[in-house]
Protein backbone atom coordinates (compact mmCIF):
# COMPACT_ATOMS: atom_id res chain seq x y z
CA UNK A 1 0.00 0.00 0.00
CA UNK A 2 1.07 3.69 -0.20
CA UNK A 3 -0.84 7.04 0.64
CA UNK A 4 -3.03 8.42 -2.08
CA UNK A 5 -1.44 11.51 -3.51
CA UNK A 6 -2.93 14.34 -5.66
CA UNK A 7 -0.79 14.64 -9.35
CA UNK A 8 1.02 18.03 -10.73
CA UNK A 9 -1.14 18.76 -13.86
CA UNK A 10 0.57 17.41 -16.87
CA UNK A 11 1.48 20.43 -18.92
CA UNK A 12 -0.41 18.99 -21.90
CA UNK A 13 -3.69 20.04 -19.93
CA UNK A 14 -5.89 19.15 -16.66
CA UNK A 15 -8.11 16.10 -16.73
CA UNK A 16 -11.44 17.27 -15.13
CA UNK A 17 -13.77 14.87 -13.55
CA UNK A 18 -17.56 16.36 -14.57
CA UNK A 19 -20.95 14.95 -13.60
CA UNK A 20 -22.10 12.47 -15.58
CA UNK A 21 -25.91 13.17 -15.84
CA UNK A 22 -25.06 17.52 -14.65
CA UNK A 23 -22.75 18.85 -17.17
CA UNK A 24 -24.63 21.89 -17.73
CA UNK A 25 -23.87 24.90 -20.38
CA UNK A 26 -22.59 26.95 -17.76
CA UNK A 27 -19.82 24.20 -16.51
CA UNK A 28 -19.40 23.31 -19.99
CA UNK A 29 -18.97 27.38 -20.27
CA UNK A 30 -16.36 27.12 -17.58
CA UNK A 31 -14.27 24.04 -18.74
CA UNK A 32 -14.08 25.79 -22.27
CA UNK A 33 -11.96 29.12 -20.73
CA UNK A 34 -9.36 27.01 -19.35
CA UNK A 35 -6.98 24.53 -19.85
CA UNK A 36 -8.85 20.77 -20.02
CA UNK A 37 -7.39 18.66 -21.88
CA UNK A 38 -9.62 15.59 -21.26
CA UNK A 39 -13.11 15.20 -19.32
CA UNK A 40 -14.10 11.95 -16.93
CA UNK A 41 -17.62 11.96 -16.05
CA UNK A 42 -17.90 10.38 -12.62
CA UNK A 43 -20.51 9.74 -9.90
CA UNK A 44 -21.11 11.20 -7.01
CA UNK A 45 -18.48 12.12 -4.32
CA UNK A 46 -15.65 9.89 -6.27
CA UNK A 47 -15.13 12.86 -8.21
CA UNK A 48 -13.07 13.85 -5.22
CA UNK A 49 -11.34 10.58 -4.69
CA UNK A 50 -10.10 10.51 -8.41
CA UNK A 51 -8.03 13.61 -7.93
CA UNK A 52 -6.91 12.43 -4.36
CA UNK A 53 -5.57 9.36 -6.04
CA UNK A 54 -3.98 11.47 -8.67
CA UNK A 55 -5.79 10.43 -11.93
CA UNK A 56 -7.31 13.76 -12.50
CA UNK A 57 -6.75 17.19 -11.87
CA UNK A 58 -10.16 19.13 -10.98
CA UNK A 59 -13.90 19.10 -10.57
CA UNK A 60 -15.77 22.31 -11.53
CA UNK A 61 -19.23 22.05 -10.17
CA UNK A 62 -21.30 25.12 -11.18
CA UNK A 63 -24.76 23.71 -10.09
CA UNK A 64 -26.38 23.30 -6.33
CA UNK A 65 -24.96 20.46 -3.98
CA UNK A 66 -25.35 19.65 -0.26
CA UNK A 67 -22.90 19.82 2.22
CA UNK A 68 -23.27 16.09 2.76
CA UNK A 69 -22.78 15.43 -0.97
CA UNK A 70 -19.52 16.83 -0.73
CA UNK A 71 -18.01 16.65 3.20
CA UNK A 72 -16.18 13.19 2.98
CA UNK A 73 -15.05 13.57 -0.87
CA UNK A 74 -13.62 17.01 0.82
CA UNK A 75 -11.57 15.30 3.29
CA UNK A 76 -10.19 12.92 1.42
CA UNK A 77 -8.42 15.38 -0.88
CA UNK A 78 -7.49 17.53 1.68
CA UNK A 79 -5.67 14.32 2.90
CA UNK A 80 -4.02 14.14 -0.23
CA UNK A 81 -2.99 17.44 -0.71
CA UNK A 82 -6.12 18.69 -2.58
CA UNK A 83 -8.17 21.80 -1.72
CA UNK A 84 -11.71 22.88 -2.58
CA UNK A 85 -12.82 26.59 -3.08
CA UNK A 86 -15.76 28.60 -4.46
CA UNK A 87 -15.21 29.80 -7.74
CA UNK A 88 -13.59 32.88 -6.43
CA UNK A 89 -10.55 30.95 -5.01
CA UNK A 90 -12.04 31.28 -1.31
CA UNK A 91 -11.62 28.11 0.95
CA UNK A 92 -15.57 25.62 1.02
CA UNK A 93 -17.44 26.38 4.21
CA UNK A 94 -19.38 23.87 5.65
CA UNK A 95 -22.29 24.54 8.61
CA UNK A 96 -24.13 27.17 6.20
CA UNK A 97 -27.90 27.58 7.86
CA UNK A 98 -29.21 25.62 4.93
CA UNK A 99 -26.75 22.92 4.16
CA UNK A 100 -26.62 24.44 0.87
CA UNK A 101 -23.32 24.89 -0.78
CA UNK A 102 -22.51 27.24 -3.81
CA UNK A 103 -20.37 26.91 -6.68
CA UNK A 104 -17.16 25.15 -6.37
CA UNK A 105 -13.45 23.94 -7.55
CA UNK A 106 -12.11 20.78 -6.56
CA UNK A 107 -8.27 21.23 -7.12
CA UNK A 108 -5.55 19.32 -7.17
CA UNK A 109 -1.86 20.31 -5.23
CA UNK A 110 -0.65 22.26 -7.85
CA UNK A 111 -3.73 23.82 -9.26
CA UNK A 112 -4.92 25.22 -6.42
CA UNK A 113 -2.27 27.67 -6.71
CA UNK A 114 -3.38 28.13 -10.44
CA UNK A 115 -6.66 29.31 -9.41
CA UNK A 116 -6.69 32.84 -10.02
CA UNK A 117 -4.71 32.98 -13.28
CA UNK A 118 -7.68 30.86 -15.01
CA UNK A 119 -10.31 32.30 -13.30
CA UNK A 120 -13.81 33.07 -15.34
CA UNK A 121 -14.22 36.61 -16.77
Excluded at 7 to 14: K, L
Excluded at 30 to 49: Q, V
Aim: glycine letters at 10%; aromatic letters at 8%.
Amino acid sequence: MHPITVRSAPPEGWRAIVCRSHLDPVTQQWIDRHPIADLKPSGSSLKFCVIAKGEADLYPRLAPTMEWDTAAGHAVLLAAGGTVTDIDGRPMQYGKPNYRNGDFIAWGTALGSLQSTHRPT
